[in-house]
């Protein structure tokens, strides 16, 4: 005979409004491709890889990560589908991007026209500019400072991708100043967009006659005149794909 009491109504409601635990789960290792991945990420997104140089061996990564050669493989393949590396055969593997949406915006924009390359290139410093002569900080234009003195360098010496280079450091430090995450995150990620259309655009050799000072875009961020320096950015970009830098 069932001697079970049936629940009261206010009973019933309570067990039926209790939340039921979540099933449990055994808990899952990280897959040794994953570390290795996300070291190897590291290692680029630090800049202890820098874009264009070209990382350890398959034999020396093996060595020195102590994993065994297909997980390193398995690792170095995936960055690579991801666009941070380029696997070159018969020449190694290479960095080619910062960030996963780095390497989608230089497969993207490729083949873009360099016209078009040049007016966001040019909507983007504008409005860097502006917005870094607004917010600038007194060690921003140390910074800054110390980037044009280091692109005049690199000028005089000769040097194609040297000036390239400082080139891009002068103007992503005007971008940094801005203290825009969104925007100057947008810029860095257009880094080997801009630097290929750069490295056209300067050609083989630097030519004096094209040779485009920045230091009054300097002097308007230090001075904190948001149209001047605006104004001399536009100026800058205007020239770009017809050989002023």
Avoid: C, K
């Avoid at 890889?49 to 070209?54: A, E, I, L, Y």
């Avoid at 994993?67 to 190694?92: K, M, P, Y």
């Avoid at 980037?147 to 991708?161: H, I, K, N, Q």
């Amino acid at each position: 005979m069932n001697t079970a009491q049936p629940l009261s109504p206010a009973s019933a409601a309570s067990a039926s409004s209790a939340p039921s635990p979540p099933p449990l789960s055994a808990p899952q290792r990280t897959p040794l491709a994953a570390q290795v991945i996300a070291t190897l990420r590291q290692q680029i997104t630090s800049g202890r890889w820098p874009v264009g140089s070209r990382i350890p061996t398959e034999p020396e990564l093996v060595e020195q990560l102590g994993v065994a050669r297909n997980t390193v493989r398995e690792a170095v393949r995936a960055l690579a589908h991801n666009g941070l590396l380029d696997i070159r055969q018969g020449s190694g593997t290479y960095v080619l991007a910062t960030s996963e949406l780095a390497g989608v915006m230089h497969r993207r924009f490729a083949g873009a026209d360099l016209r078009h390359v040049a007016e966001l290139r040019s909507a983007l410093e504008t409005a860097g500019a502006r917005l870094a002569a607004r917010r600038r900080t007194e060690a921003d234009l140390r910074e800054l400072d110390g980037m044009l003195e280091r692109r005049e360098t690199a000028w005089d010496s000769g040097d194609v991708e040297r000036f390239i280079d400082a080139d891009r450091s002068l103007h992503m430090g005007v971008l940094s100043a801005s203290h825009n995450e969104v925007l100057t995150g947008v810029y860095a990620d257009l880094g080997e967009v801009l630097r290929s259309y750069l490295r056209q655009d300067v050609g083989e050799e630097l030519r004096p006659e094209n040779h485009m000072d920045h230091t009054r875009l300097l002097d308007a961020i230090r001075a904190q005149d948001a149209e001047a320096a605006s104004e001399e950015a536009a100026s800058h970009t205007a020239e770009w794909g017809h050989g002023a830098l």
